[in-house]
């Protein structure tokens, strides 16, 4: 063997170990167990995702042709019970599940369908209050979609019949389970909601998810969301809910329930006006038992016995009222005269000329007032100002040597004090008609008053 035969390429061995894989029937048909993560959906339809555990993961891919039939929608995070087989992606050398069967793990594949599409179509609003359509009170037609061999339609016709025969039932034969179920119910509540029929019923009998599906579909959903004719909701039992049971205007617990509610009950009705009969009769006679009572008290009051005398008692009423009217009309009249004059009065109080006389009086009065108060002031100002003329003469040097008194100078410096002359020292002396000069001869500190002892010293 050349040496060179015994290296094998990547391709090859990558090859032999998938057809290792391939042959081996424990790896092409494998039962595995795991969480989902790095879900991802293709826009070609095929999902790319890792199963995992606490330990270990393997790549998993699960090709639109195969999860085209899922029911629920996988993610990340979900656990997961996958049926495949294994084999090996050659351009990456790695081996990897290729899924052909989901379902959840502790979960039903269908229940969790049914969550899901729940909470979908509830965002959306079609499971709101406010679109809830009222049922007739008297409905003339009923729509029956239904399967025409089950107990529904029998159940609905006997119980129909027996209580509103009047109305008539129209048949939409649907099969309720299978793969055509979804499909014919949808053209079944189309048709009959175009037929004009007053109220329509879509059910059937109890079963298992499996069986009730076509109810859950979300075509059928929507199409029930979209009838503008009240419909009732009759799927299953009281503890089996679809999604139709949500949307419809009302769910009913049976078929015949379903019925019950759909019309009234003539024998209840018939009751009902027989009643309502008796109480009307029964108030009628009372209002005319009443009425017969007041007219027997009218016939026999003194208005029909003597109507010539109340006549006349009501011809003196009438002359009665109307001098009262008259009197009153009067008095109204004078009162009225009254007030017209008094604003009459007011109003020449307000003239322009009696304005001004008023004004020019004020102005007078104000004048003489006001010279008055000058003249006032100015007295008061002249002898305050004769009494300060006397006060300044009472201060003039002038006057006090008319009194007698001199003033003594030595150098132009008046001499208050003996400390300031010395002897030898010439002062002038001056009196009230001249002054003398004189040479100071002797000093001493006796006070005229102390030495004289009369008020005239000083001088």
Do not use: C
């Amino acid at each position: 063997m050349n040496p060179d035969q015994r290296y094998l390429s990547v391709t090859q061995l990558t090859r032999q170990i998938k057809g290792l894989i391939d042959k081996s029937p424990l790896l092409n048909d494998v039962f595995l167990r795991g969480e989902i993560s790095n879900f991802k959906h293709h826009s070609r339809g095929h999902m790319y995702f890792t199963i995992k555990d606490e330990k270990a993961r393997v790549s998993a891919v699960m090709f639109a042709g195969n999860n085209r039939a899922l029911r629920f929608r996988p993610e990340s995070g979900m656990k997961v019970l996958v049926r495949g087989n294994v084999s090996v992606y050659e351009p990456y050398g790695q081996y990897q599940l290729y899924v052909r069967m989901m379902e959840p793990d502790g979960i039903g594949q269908l229940y969790l369908a049914y969550e899901q599409l729940k909470r979908k179509l509830d965002s959306e609003g079609l499971f709101h209050a406010s679109r809830k359509q009222p049922l007739p009170n008297f409905p003339a037609h009923i729509g029956v979609v239904t399967s025409k061999t089950g107990a529904v339609i029998r159940d609905i016709y006997t119980t129909v019949k027996r209580r509103y025969p009047q109305a008539s039932i129209s048949l939409y034969p649907v099969a309720v389970q299978g793969p055509e179920a979804a499909p014919g119910i949808v053209r079944a509540l189309t048709q009959a909601n175009e037929d004009g029929n007053d109220v329509l019923i879509a059910g059937r009998g109890g079963g298992s998810i499996e069986d009730l599906w076509a109810f859950n579909d979300e075509q059928v959903v929507r199409t029930v969301s979209a009838l503008t004719t009240p419909i009732i909701s009759a799927v299953g039992h009281e503890t089996d809910v679809t999604l139709m049971d949500f949307v419809a205007d009302i769910r009913a617990a049976t078929p015949t329930a379903a019925a019950e509610i759909a019309v009234p009950s003539l024998i209840e009705w018939q009751e009902k006006v027989a009643t309502q009969k008796n109480r009307l009769q029964q108030i009628m006679q009372q209002i005319v038992n009443a009425q017969k009572e007041k007219l027997a008290y009218m016939k026999n009051s003194y208005a029909f016995r003597y109507p010539e005398q109340l006549l006349k008692q009501k011809e003196q009423e009438l002359d009665r009222n109307l001098d009262q009217l008259h009197r009153a009309m009067q008095t109204r009249m004078q009162m009225q005269r009254q007030q017209v004059n008094e604003q009459r009065r007011r109003i020449a109080l307000l003239r322009p000329t009696h304005l001004l006389d008023q004004k020019r009086q004020l102005l007078e009065t104000d004048t003489k007032q006001l010279e008055g108060n000058f003249q006032r002031l100015l007295t008061d100002k002249a002898n305050r100002y004769e009494r300060l003329l006397e006060k300044l003469a009472l201060l003039n040097p002038m006057e006090t040597l008319k009194r007698g008194y001199t003033v003594t100078y030595q150098d132009e410096q008046l001499v208050k004090t003996v400390d300031v002359v010395d002897l030898a020292d010439e002062l002038r002396i001056y009196f009230q008609d001249g002054y003398v000069e004189a040479e100071v001869t002797g000093k001493g500190t006796e006070t005229f008053v102390t030495d004289k002892g009369d008020a005239t010293g000083g001088r």
